[in-house]
């Protein structure tokens, strides 16, 4: 029985850690979850070689990939060098074309190189960028999921996120978004499993739509 297990590999968002799948649960007769946690990047690494890298924490084969936006995008770089049984993303984007167009504009003028110096040390203005601007009653819950402050971190992963570009997206990949996603505006995206009243942040107040779901579209051919 045990060989028939798939294993779940999770990546989390922009700075945040594995904590954001606390209430993520799946049959244990079936499937095994993995949490994969961001690392310092080396300097003047591409989305890339860090991806490369990243593949080095899978141990199992036939996986399936799940990320959570930048994770999600950091997801799809991976499986440029590994195969997985699933790609799944979840507030994220696909492709270039669908990053909102103040990130756009942030690429063209490169305003992003002057984001990381006022983020650092600033967790309410930081949980803006990553999570969108309604945020201020919450904002202890974003403290508890966010868990990187380090500024080459956060230099990086905002320049990553901005400049990703990807014309054409991976055939295979399942997205799943909220039609209330404030970072990644639905009128963006296209070929996506849409969640009503979804927001940046569904894999923590949606789980249990997740929890139901999940294992159908892991299994379906």
Not at 99 to 128: C, D, H, R, S, W
Not at 147 to 165: E, G, T
Not at 182 to 195: D, G
Request: glycine letters at 4%; one cysteine or more; proline letters at 4%.
């Amino acid at each position: 029985m045990h060989k028939d297990i798939i294993h779940v590999y999770l990546m989390p968002g922009m700075a945040a850690s594995p904590k954001i799948f606390e209430y993520i649960k799946l049959p244990d007769t079936q499937f095994e979850i993995h949490y994969l946690e961001w690392f310092l990047p080396l300097k003047n690494e591409t989305i890339s070689r860090y991806a490369l890298r990243m593949t080095s924490k899978i141990k199992h084969d036939a996986i399936v990939l799940l990320g959570v936006s930048f994770g999600g995008v950091l997801v799809q770089e991976m499986c440029k060098y590994i195969t997985v049984k699933k790609l799944i993303i979840v507030s994220s984007v696909k492709k270039t074309s669908e990053l909102p167009k103040k990130m756009l504009f942030a690429k063209t003028t490169m305003a992003y190189k002057l984001l990381p110096t006022q983020l650092v040390g600033n967790i309410e203005l930081f949980a803006k960028y990553a999570f969108g601007s309604n945020i201020t009653k919450r904002l202890e819950l974003y403290k508890k999921y966010l868990s990187v402050n380090d500024s080459r971190y956060l230099s990086w992963a905002i320049k990553q996120m901005v400049c990703w570009q990807q014309e054409n997206y991976l055939p295979e990949i399942i997205h799943i978004h909220g039609d209330k996603d404030a970072v990644f505006p639905i009128k963006n995206i296209s070929n996506c499993i849409t969640i009503e009243g979804g927001t940046h942040i569904m894999i923590i107040n949606k789980y249990k739509w997740f929890n139901e779901n999940l294992p159908r579209i892991i299994l379906e051919n």
